[in-house]
């Protein structure tokens, strides 16, 4: 079985940290993604609203370096849970819980953080979350242009292809 789920958008809000009562860091935020298409009668384009959750060391590094407008790549699962609300009935909640996010643009860049825009190649940051300690470690992307050699043949083996 499959529950993968792939996101990009913008971040509606800043994310807010919180803390379990043992102490674990636990961050929520919300994505607007743009549909691809427009509303028939107003020639609006319409967002989806997809609420995200992060946990440990993921969560207090989206809290730190996220901001509201920031474009923003979440890898994750889906999950659905339920709780009975004050009036005794029950509500359900569709998430995605996050184990890799990508910021991808510098914090000078685009998102209500105001500012230059950057004119060169685009800072991106990777965090993912390490199953073995929960932690985030960042990878480094150098900056290169990943299609610095478009056209050029790829040194692959056949033991790196997945199928």
Do not use: H
């Amino acid at each position: 079985m499959l529950n993968r789920v792939i996101l990009i958008g913008r971040l509606t809000k800043d994310p807010e940290l919180r803390y379990t009562p043992a102490g674990v860091a636990v961050t929520q935020f919300t994505l607007a993604i743009d549909r691809p298409f427009s509303n028939q009668q107003t020639k609006e384009k319409e967002a989806d609203f997809i609420n995200i959750v992060t946990w440990r060391q993921l969560a207090e590094t989206c809290a730190n370096y996220l901001r509201k407008g920031r474009l923003t790549a979440v890898e994750g699962r889906l999950q659905v849970r339920n709780y009975d609300n004050n009036e005794g009935r029950k509500v359900y909640v569709t998430e995605v819980v996050a184990d890799n996010v990508r910021f991808l643009e510098s914090s000078k860049e685009g998102g209500s953080s105001g500012g230059s825009s950057n004119t060169g190649n685009r800072e991106e940051s990777t965090y993912t979350r390490n199953n073995n300690s929960g932690g985030g470690t960042p990878r480094d992307n150098s900056n290169q242009d990943p299609f610095l050699d478009d056209g050029k043949p790829i040194d692959i083996s056949d033991d790196d292809l997945p199928f």
